[in-house]
């Protein structure tokens, strides 16, 4: 974890610069160090850094919806935000982990180009 934790520092210190890549890194690194955080049975530190990949990945979304690799590492975040919270059985007022599930899946849907119109093909 020690690893992470260093690069963690360094990836957010470049990210301060606001370049998409780096930004980039940084919510990976983010969602990295959680699943380390997760499995060492530091759920409430998990869930910390799950949010702050998407406080990282979502204003980039908003600026560029159209961006493929925002649009992949958001997806990301919400399925890793959603995976920490069911298998954490976390259950409070301010969680979502369907939505955040649902989210997930929405931006995959529009990556693969599949539309949520039933009138529309017939999906995988």
Same mark, same amino acid.
């Given at each position: 974890?020690?690893?992470?934790?260093?690069?963690?520092?360094?990836?957010?210190? +470049? #990210?301060? %610069?606001?370049?998409?890549?780096?930004?980039?890194? *940084?919510?990976?690194?983010?969602? !990295?160090?959680?699943?380390? =955080?997760?499995?060492?049975?530091?759920?409430?530190?998990?869930?910390? +850094? #799950?949010? %702050?990949?998407?406080?990282?990945?979502?204003?980039? *979304?908003?600026?560029?919806?159209? !961006?493929?690799?925002?649009? =992949?590492?958001?997806?990301?975040?919400?399925?890793?935000?959603?995976?920490?919270?069911? %298998?954490?059985?976390?259950?409070?007022?301010?969680?979502?982990?369907?939505?955040?599930?649902?989210?997930?899946?929405?931006?995959?849907?529009?990556?693969?180009?599949?539309?949520?119109?039933?009138?529309?093909?017939?999906?995988?």
């Amino acid at each position: 974890i020690e690893s992470y934790q260093n690069a963690h520092a360094i990836r957010k210190a +470049l #990210a301060a %610069e606001r370049s998409v890549p780096d930004l980039l890194k *940084y919510a990976l690194n983010c969602r !990295n160090l959680a699943y380390l =955080r997760f499995y060492a049975s530091d759920a409430t530190g998990a869930l910390k +850094l #799950a949010r %702050e990949a998407l406080e990282v990945t979502q204003p980039l *979304y908003k600026r560029d919806p159209s !961006n493929q690799e925002v649009m =992949r590492e958001l997806a990301d975040d919400y399925q890793e935000l959603g995976d920490i919270l069911s %298998e954490a059985r976390i259950s409070a007022a301010d969680t979502d982990i369907e939505g955040d599930f649902q989210k997930a899946l929405d931006i995959d849907e529009k990556l693969a180009g599949i539309s949520n119109d039933p009138r529309q093909s017939a999906r995988c």
